[in-house]
């Protein structure tokens, strides 16, 4: 399973491979829907392209409506991920190294 | 070029992926690892992954991504490189190596799924290392210039700095929906650009769509890289190679767009695919990229090094030339020689042998052969690389414990040398392990380390390679042998045999010391089949082995099989060659040395040891030679199997390199003839096979003691 949501926090672990995003776009529509996306990036281990596009995609559907987004306690995979793709900002997420 | 000549490439570079991927795994193991290993290994499986994808090769593709995902984190500082890491990447080599084999049609894929388990398990897992947190990673402040800076883009600037003929590269990288849905990740690549000095100088989000409308096999981003200009073309394009069809790439000199006076050079830009498809990045941001001035720096040893590696880089440019072409080429520097050498003769009988030119004639010769011979020189890392595989199969399945170190992997030898020394090589090592080294019990008992030490090595002595393998165990037990032999009938029961002449009997055909035939060593065969291939390449081979302590085993090479030094000699009216190997020394023997044996045998005394004196007349019955030893001239031979003998010939004329040419090709094959060559005079001199001469004669001649 790539998430889990629990309390308005959208929970992400693993791989976030292709498969994964696709489980995950519903579950971050839901987020926006009710006012704040908070992605929680503790658990994940490996990430790439399709998962660093579909967090940008959320935070564009979030400010669209005013909507929070935050991504809480990201992986050192995750914040070297969106440095590589030089996302880290856009993400507003810490370089890795 | 056709798909089968392209697939031969490719297979061709799964190899050289290998070796290099093993030579990078065995460092590790060795505790010898930087960053850059870890990357020459990811690169090297990235290779083979992106060649297997581009013709088919699903099973292949399908492993190298696994393996290639847990080396991204090993290289991503995600996962430490422990003993138990490092054991998982070797299985994963080995059996990526299968897969490669199987490609090719030389085996049936392996099974992988017990590797792949462990692979995948790896690219789950939580690395124990504390570098690895979940917690943010807090930005590093901008005035501490040890923590955070970009090594990559500082050494970049720098030597764009130093190169001001040469602009930064403007890389534009739009991947494709096709690329994520073939398994590819775009962000390897972006790393690979930053790893040669690229840094993004714009990411183009535009296409992202808001999440109603987002497709999760979509592509929607888009990077612009600035990549210093002291990176060849060619390199950034590289990069790309296996992901071309499926990723639009753009790579221009990045003052192009800045002034627009070079649009048309061809030199400074290129699209590989779809660049008219591409939004340009903003002007100002590429125009001052370009036009940052760097005070000039005198370079720093790290700049010095990178520099340095740079040119290795391009020291190490190789072409791939077709092995008919190059046998060709080698073939005619050969007639090249005899035609010189002839040339030579002729002008020196007309007494112009003086004359400079021919002296720079003969010099530029022999410096054309030398190089054209090179050509076909290998290093011998390519038979050493299968040698850790070897062992650690034979770890696995005898118990024992085995360090293996391995020296002497450049040292170059004639490539059909390579190809065929293989087989030998292989058996020397099983046999080393299977019977030379003890188990771990043994060995503590015997006061050694539990670990048996085995040593490979390469090294040019002489004109000839030596390549040695040696191993601190048991040695050969000489009683067990020679009773074995006895039990055999290969040697007499009351047969007196040395130390050495005992330990040549494990290479007799279907000798066996083996107290339980193993499926390791065969079943005895092996090391009669060592030696003969060993000889087949004109080679020798010999055991040094002391009880409790050890066996070396060293094979000595030709480094070539087109020329031979040898010793010119006449017989009658003939010209014969004797190579210069076989030879311990000539003599025209004293009064008295030697002696007649009575039925027409002669023995020579050479120091108290009586050697057989073999007529080279009477064994090629060419006749018309000087019957009477003492005023012939005696050249004394050592061989392998008969150990030295003498060959009287009439007279010495000459010692020289001579090309070898095949007499089974013109002719037929003929006992005590090896070869034949052209001489200077034009005549045709045929190469004595010292071996078959003396093993001809040895049957109730052998070595006689004082």
Redesign the interface.
Known sequence: MPSTRTNAVVRTMGVIDRDAVALLIPELREAVAAGAVRVDGAAIEQIGQAGLQLLLSARRSADAVAAAFEIVAPSRSLCRAAMIAGLSEALSLPDAD | MTGDEIQQIFFQECDEGLSAAEAGLLLCQAGAQDEETINTIFRAVHSIKGGAGAFGFAALQSFTHHFE?VLDRVR???LALTPAVLATLLAAFDTLADHVTAIRGQDAAPDDAAILARLQSL??A?DASP??????????PATMPDA?FDLDALLAGLNAAALPGRPPWRVIVR?EAAA??GGS???LL??EL?AIGGR?VD?D?GA?????R?D??????A?TFEVPGAAEKAAIAEIFDFIADDCAVSITAADEDMDGVCPSDADTADAVSGAAALPAPALDEVAAAAVETVPPAPPTGLVAERRGAERRAQDAQTIRVDLDKLDRLVNLVGELVITQSMLSQRLLMRGLGSIDELGDLDHLTRELQDSAMSIRAQPVRWVFSRVPRIVRELEASTGKRVRLEVEGEATELDKTVIERIGEPLTHLIRNAVDHGIEDPARRIAAGKPAEGRLRLSAEHRGGRILIIVSDDGAGIDRTRVLAKAVEKGIVAPDARLSDEEIDHLIFAPGFSTAQQVSNISGRGVGMDVVKQNVLALGGRISIQSVPGRGSTFTLALPLTLAILDGMIVSVADQTYIIPLTHIVESLRPAAGAVKSMGNGQHVLNVRGTYLPVLAVAEQLAIGASSPDPSSAVLIVVETEVHGQAVLMVDAINDQRQVVIKSLETHYRQIDGVAGATILGDGRVALILDVESLVAHRAAGADRIAA
Do not use: H, M, N, Q
């Open positions: 995902t991503s500082d995600e690219a789950r939580r570098a690895d947190t979940a917690a943010p990673i807090p930005p590093a955070g991947p994520l849905a990740e775009p962000l972006l790393r930053k993004i990411v989000t992202v769509p808001d999440l109603d987002f999760a096999d979509g592509a929607y981003l990077w």
